[in-house]
Nanobody, 114 residues
């Protein structure tokens, strides 16, 4: 059973950066397309970044140019670099395969506010 643990969230001012981490209990990144997701209050969970086994990445227009997904297979860790954060980026952020295959972790809260 793969376990995913997200970390790195917090309170950040608009325009600021933040880096999220996703630690996996096994070597899964080389076998699955992986994604970062987020869920804001009252909204459905949405994908904000995808990386394939070949390293191809994809982002929705809402975060393109501001978010970067990366994996470190040696550390079984995936990252989400977020820059120029906006209040609308406020959400709980999760990692999982894409499509989601594993049990969801607790997520990490990101709050963008003054």
């Amino acid at each position: 059973q793969v376990q995913l643990v997200e970390s790195g969230g917090g309170l950040v001012q608009p325009g600021g950066p933040l880096r999220l981490s996703c630690a996996a209990s096994g070597s899964i990144f080389r076998f699955y397309t992986m994604g970062w997701y987020r869920q804001a209050p009252g909204k459905q969970r949405e994908v904000v970044a995808i990386t394939t086994r070949a390293g191809t990445t994809n982002y929705p227009n809402s975060v393109k140019g501001r978010f970067t997904i990366a994996t470190d297979n040696a550390k079984n860790t995936m990252y989400l670099e977020m820059n120029d954060l906006k209040p609308e980026d406020t959400a709980v952020y999760y990692c999982n395969a894409n499509p989601a295959l594993f049990t969801w972790g607790q997520g990490t809260q990101v709050t963008v506010s003054y």
